[in-house]
């Protein structure tokens, strides 16, 4: 990490406002990059540009401004030399003469020691080394940005806002929740960039085409209300980071520049790393997924031994979700499912056969209401892509991966039977097959055929406490016997839905341990649903 003159100074002043400087220094003088701060040494004829030497004026006045009858000192000569970009601070309660100040010395009235004023330049510098060391052992997870700017608020004394090509929102300054800014409140309010602003932004050569204010030349005045920066950080054309600095600091633009390349530049090497990482992972495990696809038929021994290799779980709650739309430019295909993945984190997501292929990993507590669970869930990332045709064909949960291929089959098997209905985004194979199973009977013996007795004599005794037992009994499967769970969206206390249950089971005979009774129950209650048959 490049640390300056500048940076150092300023943020020094800036601690310490009541310092004068009185040298004027030069810009190649200040973009310096500085090994170390020293105080400066008795013996110095081995000076080196790359650090700053520290005195005070008792020194300067005794070794340094010696009489012209003196100038053959090596020491006085090295500092005073035109040729030479050694730079070094003097700390002085007053000066005397101007004219006797050292054009290349950096002269500071203050009222500070020397040994305050040199170890306050020695905590600045070190705290840039520590920030350079933390943006450097960062390690992204995902969208894990805003730790990133957490790390940094203190240095760069400016908003900053991180966003994906998606437009979705990833980090802000947490510092500037107040701040009087379109782009910025925007951003907090919705989570996302206006599309005004993604334009203005994403425009061609827009950053080429800043001016010294921040703004882009001949931009709408509600662009020209901040200075600002702006960084686009592209990975392969796969992976792109909009970095966004709002300039509100009374900090100069110069210093704030600075720390921002540096920002810019850590976000960039931890990306492409990231980036090399999940390319080498994701080719392994997405082949290996393929393989399984294009062999359905492999044993579950070789698929165990070859998981072992692969960023994958054998057992889990999965689900496979085929992905058909109306996106046919292989560009725009890769955009889009880097979209996914960027939203998907715990999935594995691959272009398959003309479609997108998405080996979702289900929360252990939705296996029952994955229904509604993964509609919430993907609406919020598909919505923006609504005119695209997008259709969803979900196959049934299973537990193993060794059941991939065979998901895979029962998704496919819908898109090719064309049973989503028009403008509907989502098709769910069991919502098929329990339609198959109703249809293929008579509708007015549908619910005889296939409900479990217990249910049907509830229904049909019709009394307060029947139609109490069947809600209870719905909810206390659907929660999986958790009933705690049942209790609290029924509104009752736990040890009633217990007392209940216990009831139910002594009046219906039924043993609700067997996990082929419960899932008999469960088909019945689906089946009273499809019929539309009210159960409470």
């Known amino acids: 990490m490049k640390i300056t003159l500048e940076m150092v100074l300023t943020k020094f002043f800036a601690e310490f406002n009541n310092t004068k400087l009185l040298t004027s220094i030069s810009d190649a003088q200040m973009q310096h990059a500085l090994q170390g701060i020293q105080l400066l040494p008795r013996h110095m004829h081995s000076l080196s540009a790359d650090y700053l030497y520290v005195t005070d004026q008792f020194y300067y006045s005794a070794e340094i401004c010696k009489d012209s009858g003196k100038q053959n000192s090596n020491a006085t000569s090295l500092i005073t030399s035109d040729d030479t970009d050694i730079s070094f601070i003097v700390f002085a309660s007053e000066i005397s003469s101007l004219s006797d100040i050292d054009p290349k010395a950096i002269f500071i009235q203050t009222d500070m020691e020397l040994a305050e004023g040199f170890n306050t330049l020695q905590k600045i510098y070190a705290e840039f080394i520590e920030w350079g060391r933390q943006l450097d052992f960062a390690i992204f997870r995902n969208a894990d940005f805003q730790e990133f700017i957490d790390i940094s608020e203190e240095m760069v004394a400016c908003p900053i806002l991180i966003y994906d090509p998606a437009l979705k929102l990833l980090a802000y300054s947490r510092m500037y929740l107040g701040l009087d800014d379109h782009i910025f409140q925007t951003a ?29 030349v001949g931009e709408p005045d509600n662009f020209r209300m901040h200075a600002d920066f702006a960084r686009a950080i592209n990975i392969r054309n796969e992976l792109a980071v909009y970095c966004i600095l709002l300039y509100t600091s009374e900090y100069p633009r110069s210093y704030i520049n600075q720390l921002y390349q540096i920002f810019c530049n850590s976000i960039e090497h931890l990306l492409k790393k990231q980036h090399s990482d999940f390319l080498k992972n994701r080719s392994v495990t997405d082949y290996f997924l393929m393989d399984l696809l294009d062999n359905p038929g492999m044993p579950a021994a070789q698929i165990q031994e070859r998981i072992y290799y692969n960023d994958l779980d054998y057992e889990g709650n999965y689900i496979v979700i085929c992905l058909h739309s109306d996106i046919r430019q292989k560009s725009f295909e890769n955009y889009f499912i880097q979209l996914l993945r960027n939203n998907m984190i715990n999935c594995r997501i691959f272009a398959y056969r003309g479609s997108i292929v998405i080996l979702y990993n289900l929360p252990k507590f939705r296996k029952m209401d994955y229904r509604d669970y993964l509609q919430d869930n993907l609406y919020h990332i598909l919505k923006d892509f609504s005119d695209r045709n997008i259709t969803l064909y979900f196959s049934k949960p299973f537990t193993t991966i060794g059941q991939f291929a065979e998901a895979y089959q029962q998704a496919e098997n819908l898109h090719r039977m064309k049973l989503a209905e028009k403008d509907n985004l989502y098709c769910f194979y069991e919502d098929h097959w329990l339609k198959n199973l109703i249809d293929s009977t008579l509708q007015t013996d549908k619910t005889f055929s296939f409900c479990e007795p217990c249910l049907l004599e509830m229904l049909h005794t019709d009394t307060k406490k029947s139609r109490q037992q069947l809600e209870i009994l719905y909810e206390y499967l659907r929660c999986d016997r958790k009933s705690t769970d049942v209790a609290n969206n029924l509104g009752m206390h736990r040890n009633n839905v217990i007392y209940h249950i216990n009831h139910i089971e002594e009046d219906y005979h039924l043993n609700l341990d067997d996990p082929d009774m419960r899932l008999r129950l469960l088909i019945s209650f689906e089946i009273l649903k499809y019929s539309k048959i009210d159960i409470g």
């Open 188 to 216: 907090i309010s919705n989570g996302y960039l206006d599309l005004e602003t993604v334009k203005y932004f994403e425009k061609d050569k827009i950053f080429a085409q800043m001016d010294h204010s921040g703004s882009a």
